[in-house]
């Protein structure tokens, strides 16, 4: 949990959102293709999970450092958020001091963002919820910290053992969240989109009749681990 920032107190401009296209086909790729495509993927660590809204989020990081549990640079976020936003906190992990709450949930709702992560806590799960605006955060908590600061917005922070740069793009969904590099995301598209397809194949293998450990190549490897045949496909 820290206290401090070597950026406190910055404000810096928000980054162009990312290309949009790239982003539209992030979003058709699940978090858990994202994260077993073997490209520079940022796969955020629990506890930080699903708590409202839909699960599904896709958009380009406006992110927050906040001394933990303190919302005055949370409160000046919202002025910096656009259409397909996601709005990233680093509250330091704190889980006893709310960050955000439905006011600020509905707000950006309202301007286009597409989500909140929040690596602490938040409150008014109920409105963040009817804002239908997708939240991941540590947990819920009706009381917040303090309003004095310190703060930055714009700047590198962590979240849930991940950094996350302004521009980054966050994907979410019920399994989890992942964070791509901006200047990565075509590369991580590409190789995702590789995974979904052999993901595809094995389905195809399936329903056609062929075992699950055949159509996967698992029987492959194990025969040539334990040097024995490969067990014939029924």
Known sequence: MSK???DQWTINP?????????VAALAQLATTQIADSGGPVGVVGPPLRH???PAGLCGTAVTVWTKPGDILLVLKAVDSIRPGDVLVIDGGGR??????????GETIAGLGAVGLVVDGAVRDVDGLDAAGLPTFARGAHPATGSNTGPGAINVAVQCGGVVVRPGDVVRGDASGLVVVPREHLAQVVELTTAVAEREDEWRRRIAAGESLPAATGIDAILAEVRGAPERPTP
């Not at 928000?14 to 290309?19: L, M, N």
């Not at 709310?98 to 006011?103: K, S």
Request: net charge negative; proline share 12%.
């Open 51 to 53: 708590l409202a809204g």
């Open 4 to 6: 401090s920032h070597p």
């Open 14 to 22: 928000s980054c162009e959102p990312a290309d949009p296209a790239l």
């Open 95 to 104: 889980e006893d001091a709310a960050v955000v709450g439905d006011i600020v």
